[in-house]
């Protein structure tokens, strides 16, 4: 059954140690339930820029900034998007209040877990694989052995591949919590910090790509739309769900290709900036041109993972600030910087 934990025996210490690693889990997640200030304490006197001030901090981020100490600040302060530059795939990691959310790790080799180290997780709360495809599970597999996971959700579908039987044999064999992903479900980190399931629905059917889990997320005023491989028909039914989809931020679907962001969906998210995920001279020659055209249609600045490398993006109550790790040549410079909304 796709939505059941793997029906793989176990011998039965096996299955202690698991039950065992679960409770203490859940007695781990009790103790982390209660939200944290975005904001994290500070050893050093105001004004002095401590090691610890800047831990996990992206570089590239405090390095385009004039001031450190407040350039820190405000990254401790802010909820947080990062996109990961992994080449062909999906890799993206939500913070805030205390909480590391992990939607997608990447292909195999994508080098999530060192991302991931960079910035100084200790924990992951929630990882969501969007759907079962190597592009986005494959880099979960070291992250799942080599982080504490608490809870992974994906959409329950199985797939015939080595890749993801190893992901579900790893949610199986460590304390994770398996959730089965579906629209409607919906989950609050803290005030204004929540994320909700809005595909696919319980009677959808459809391809791998367009049973991708669809998510967004609100951080204060700002939402952001997340949605794996979700292709024409999954946003067609999207569309017909009656769920609200304006997002300020939108995680285009399928690393921008012409499958994805069709124009009907694309007037309705309205997204101010449309991040799209692809490798660097991908073979697919991606994103395509009419993808762009749609966006750009529409008002969207654009991000890319190939060409602005990993991209930053920090929220607070006013809006959010978007900073990409490589702003490429011109027209592009012109777009870099930028996003407060007013
Ligand atoms: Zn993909």
Known sequence: MPNQKSALPYPAHIARIRYFFRGLSILVLLGLLSCKSREEPSAAPEGIISRDDISGIPAFFLEKEPDPAKAAEDYHNAWRIHFF??????????????????????????????????????TLHWVVATHPHADHIAG?????????????????????????????????????????????????????????????????????????????????????LFQGDAEHRA???????????????????????????????????????????????????????????TLTKYGSTIYQS???GNILVLIDEQGYRVFPKKIPPAPETLLAGIGIRD
């Open 85 to 122: 530059d992994v080449g062909h795939g999906d890799a993206i990691l939500l913070q805030g209040n205390g909480y590391n959310i992990l939607v997608d790790g990447g292909d195999r080799g994508s080098g999530i877990r060192e991302y991931l180290l960079e910035l100084a997780i200790d």
């Open 235 to 293: 946003e067609k039914s999207i569309l017909n769900s009656g769920f609200p989809i304006k997002s300020h931020l939108l995680k285009t679907g399928h690393h921008g290709s012409r499958t994805s962001s069709s124009d009907d969906y694309i007037a309705q998210v309205q997204p101010e900036v449309a991040f799209i995920l692809c490798g660097e001279n991908n073979k697919y020659r991606l994103p395509n041109e009419e993808t762009l055209s």
């Open 306 to 308: 190939n060409t602005h």
């Open 140 to 224: 979960l597999i070291p992250v799942l052995r080599h982080f504490p996971v608490l809870n992974v959700m994906d959409p329950g579908v199985r797939h015939t591949s080595l890749t993801y039987d190893t992901f579900r044999f790893l949610v199986d064999s460590t304390a994770a919590i398996f959730h089965k992903g579906m629209a409607g479900w919906t989950h609050s980190f803290c005030d204004q910090f929540a994320m909700q399931v809005i595909h696919p629905g319980a009677d959808f059917k459809g391809g791998l790509n367009d049973m991708s889990l669809v998510i967004r997320v609100q951080m204060g005023n700002t939402f952001a």
